[in-house]
């Protein structure tokens, strides 16, 4: 649910031609997760700090099952001076929308056509990027399942194949012809719906994918508890995220929101599923008890079958993370209350894992951002030079 972009971002940029059938995904997705599909070259003007090509790859969805998700890898212009081979960092981007004209990769490309802002290159999270770019270390940044490719629902919010669409991307970065990525560390990286995703990553990193040699995490202003984030959204400037959430977790746990829903609220949410984040603040200060069929507002819902078993399995922080992980959160985060993400690195130094919590004095959502890119930059920094990070896990005690 990150907002930096609701500021920050031009508008999405209509799918170009020439990419709508990279998009597609083949009848049959390979079963093996992490595996390269396809992948070709695409120019991104010159606000990108190096040369990217943009790459379909197999996941596995909610019921695992397997599912194809696109994304970009860029190789850096600057050299890697550090130790070892150069390191590829995943970067797992904050809200974007929820139509497939608004994933990362296609917000990427350019057409060079100055009446369609934003197809320049640029969004929100370049600045990010292009910190690590600088510094001669590879970014590929997943669209997650269903955003780009149609046919398919976004899986926002949803806490598993998120992390999944995160760690395979790691993979299939390591078969783009040329990159020479096959023996380098992994970091992940993320804030907001990224760090959501790069925190849930971090908890799977020993199960899902042993294979990764994941040298850190940094998660950003962390979603961990979903039932705590909705009903701070409701009715606030930021109420079209939860509509998204409720159209992303719905698709992945295969729920009919039609006897839940008014008539309003059917209609508001056909109206939210194929905006990009700048669309959806025009749903700011919706209150959820004027979509529902029974008058009462969704947090009503969520003590209640399925929504609860669906919070509780996408909740953050029930899991030990293996990379030590940095935690940053704004002590005043008006979307995502500080409370949980300190409440996840709690549970996860409880946990024994190595854990740094760093609360930003910058308020708001929004302010929360730029202090962890820069955050994220020294991180890997050490992480990547065989420094262990110094825990503060006895902060939270």
């Known amino acids: 649910t990150s907002t930096a972009c609701v500021t920050t971002m031009a508008a999405a940029p209509a799918a170009h031609a020439g990419t709508a059938t990279f998009y597609t995904a083949p009848a049959s997705v390979p079963t093996t997760p992490g595996t390269l599909i396809k992948s070709e070259p695409f120019f991104t003007g010159l606000g990108v700090y190096g040369k990217t090509t943009r790459i379909m790859y197999s996941t596995r969805d909610t019921n695992d ?17 550090g130790p070892g ?10 809200t974007i929308g929820q139509g497939d004209q608004c994933a990362p990769s296609r917000m990427m490309a350019s057409s060079i056509n100055l009446s369609t802002p934003g197809s320049l290159g640029v969004n929100y999270e370049t600045q990010g990027m292009n910190n690590l770019l600088a510094k001669g270390v590879a970014v590929v940044v997943t669209d997650y399942i269903g955003l780009g490719t149609p046919g398919r629902p976004h899986t926002y919010m949803n806490r598993e194949v998120q992390a999944r669409a995160v760690l395979d991307m790691a993979r299939a970065a390591k078969a783009v012809p040329g990159a020479g990525l096959d023996t380098s560390p992994v970091g992940i990286t993320g804030y907001s719906q990224g760090g959501g995703a790069a925190a849930a990553a971090a908890e799977l990193t020993s199960t899902y994918a042993p294979d990764l040699d994941v040298k850190g995490v940094v998660a950003g ?23 998204y959430a409720l159209i992303g977790l719905a ?23 194929n905006t990009c984040v700048l669309e959806v603040t025009k749903y700011g200060g919706t209150k959820s008890s004027t979509l529902t069929a029974d008058g009462r507002p969704l947090t009503a819902y969520f003590d209640e079958e399925p929504f609860k078993s ?4 996408n909740k953050i922080g029930n899991r030990k993370p293996a990379p030590p992980v940095l935690v940053t959160h704004s002590l005043a985060d008006d979307v995502i209350p500080y409370s949980v993400g300190r409440a996840m690195a709690k549970s996860w130094c409880e946990k024994g894992a190595n854990v740094r919590f760093r609360p930003i004095l910058a308020p708001t959502h929004i302010g929360g951002a730029l202090p962890t890119s820069t955050d994220a930059l020294l991180f890997f920094k050490a992480r990547f030079a065989g420094v262990k990070q110094l825990s503060n896990c006895w902060a939270l005690s």
């Open 65 to 81: 099952k397997p599912a194809a998700v696109t994304g970009a890898y860029i190789e850096p212009w600057a050299a890697w001076k």
């Open 85 to 94: 081979p150069r390191p590829v960092v995943v970067y797992g981007v904050g």
């Open 221 to 243: 202003a962390v979603p961990a508890d979903l039932g705590a984030v909705g009903a701070n959204l409701d009715g606030s400037l930021f109420a079209g995220f939860l509509g």
């Open 251 to 273: 698709a992945g746990y295969d729920i009919d929101m039609t006897p839940y829903l008014s008539e309003a609220g059917t209609t508001t949410l056909k109206g939210i599923e």
């Open 310 to 313: 669906v919070l509780a399995d």
